[in-house]
Every structure is written in C-alpha cells, then in structure tokens.
C-alpha cells in the first residue's frame, strides 16, 4: 500500500521462520474473531470480516484455524480484545500510526512506547498524526488478475477513488463508504482479490536519511513482531542505496 508497501516487501524478502509465520497466524485469527464477535459471523453479511478472512488466504492460513477463529468468536471462549490506535514520531519527524488488539491496555501500551523510545522516537496522543493519512478503503490484486487498462475500466465503474498499476501488482483505492461496493464489484469481475481492507493512507511522505531510515525499520520492526500490534503505518521514504542495502 501506499507509504507502506515499500518497507514491507524489504521484510517479506527476508523470509519466514515457522516461529514467524504461527505468530502471524495468531494475529490474523484474533482479527477474524474479533471482526466476526462486532458483527455477523458470516463473511458474506459483515464487511470486517470479509476483509480478515481474505487477509489470511492470502497468506495461506488453514482453512480449518479460519473456521476456528470465527467459531470462537460464538462461543464466548477467549478473553475480550480492545481495540486501540497509538500514534507517534519516528526519527525525521516521520509519522507513526499503530494499531493494535490487546486484553491488557497498560502491557501494552508500555510496550509500544519502549519500541518508540529504544529507536530515538516518541509516542504522542490519539490525533497528533493521524491528519496527516486519510482513512481509505484498498483492495489488491496481483498483476496477472487484469490488464491495468481492464482494472482502471472496472474500478471507476465501481466507483473507486484511484488506480494505481505496476508489474509488482494493482492497488485499488475507495473512500470507506464505497469500499465494500468497490469490493463486491471487482470480485465480481476479477475474483478474490489478493487483499482488501481499511488502511491508514499517508497524505504526503517524508524523505529521510539512512541512519533515519534504517532506525524507522527497526522501530516498525520491532512493532510488527508483537503480539499485539496488527497493523503498522509510517509516512516516511528511504533512499535507493538503503533499499538495495537492506534487500540484499
């Protein structure tokens, strides 16, 4: 995704330990109770949920631990997960936006701020950073799905905000109103997409250098590999020769 994709596909090239990939399973499957527990549990009816489930197909979860997360959520097992945004500063004045699920709002809050401290940044109160995103509704799919003339056709008439189309794949943006439209539309015509989801869009990026920059990583870094934290959104841009660095 805009402002995201960037750092993300550097840690993705890094592959994934077994430890990794059950941590991000969990995580997945306590978004699909969650969204499943706010709504109905049938994907079909409950937008949210819809967008969980295909986030974890597209990182291959089973589809039994699927069934599993939602059945949870109707049975009353489990402990009660709040949701909370934490926003703060990383290193060049960067904007950080972090979501997370937890059942222990002090654990985890104190967490968060020891990532932020450790790597020369700072938390900040809810809606210090968040105007500079804007809340927008992204639906994925990989390259092969459509010709990106076909994906442009199809997602104006769907009613979608912005196309954007490269070999690496297409990003499709609509406002959160239209996004579940938007969605059904595509799918319709393209099928599944590779993801769909509500996101934190940065409105402009801020350039850093590589000290900055390699600092911002290991503070999102360190963010993503807790239990707690879903989601991490920075607007920030890194240098070529760091990219090529860290992708080596």
């Known amino acids: ?3 995201h994709s960037q750092f993300k596909n550097i840690m993705h090239k890094k592959g994934r330990a077994d430890a990794a990939r059950a941590k991000l399973f969990g995580k997945l499957a306590r978004e699909i109770t969650v969204s ?3 709504g109905l549990p049938d994907p079909a009816m409950n937008p949210r949920l819809r967008a969980a489930v295909l986030a974890a197909r597209a990182e291959n979860m089973p589809k039994d631990n699927i069934e599993r997360a939602i059945k949870k959520s109707q049975g009353g097992e489990g402990e009660n997960y709040e949701e909370i945004r934490y926003e703060g500063y990383a290193p060049g004045g960067v904007a950080v936006i972090v ?3 937890t059942d222990n709002r002090n654990r985890t809050a104190s967490e968060v701020r020891s990532y932020f401290t450790r ?3 700072s938390l900040a109160e809810t809606g210090a950073v968040s105007f500079m995103f804007k809340r927008v509704g992204l639906v994925q799919y990989d390259a092969g799905k459509a ?3 076909a994906m ?5 008439e769907a009613g979608a905000d912005d196309v954007s189309s490269s070999p690496a794949g297409h990003e499709v943006i609509a406002s959160t109103e239209n996004f579940h439209d938007v969605t059904r ?3 319709a015509k393209f099928g599944e997409p590779a993801k769909a989801g509500l996101v934190w869009r940065p409105q402009n990026s801020v350039a850093v250098d590589d000290e900055a920059g390699e600092k911002i990583l290991k503070l999102i870094e360190s963010l993503e590999e807790n239990d707690d934290v879903q989601n991490v959104y920075a607007n920030f841009e890194i240098s070529d020769a760091l990219m090529q660095k860290l992708s080596a």
């Open 1 to 3: 995704m805009a402002g």
């Open 36 to 38: 499943a527990k706010m």
């Open 99 to 101: 979501e997370a699920l």
């Open 119 to 121: 790597y020369g940044g």
């Open 147 to 149: 010709t990106p003339d």
């Open 152 to 156: 442009l056709d199809a997602a104006i």
């Open 185 to 187: 539309a595509l799918e």
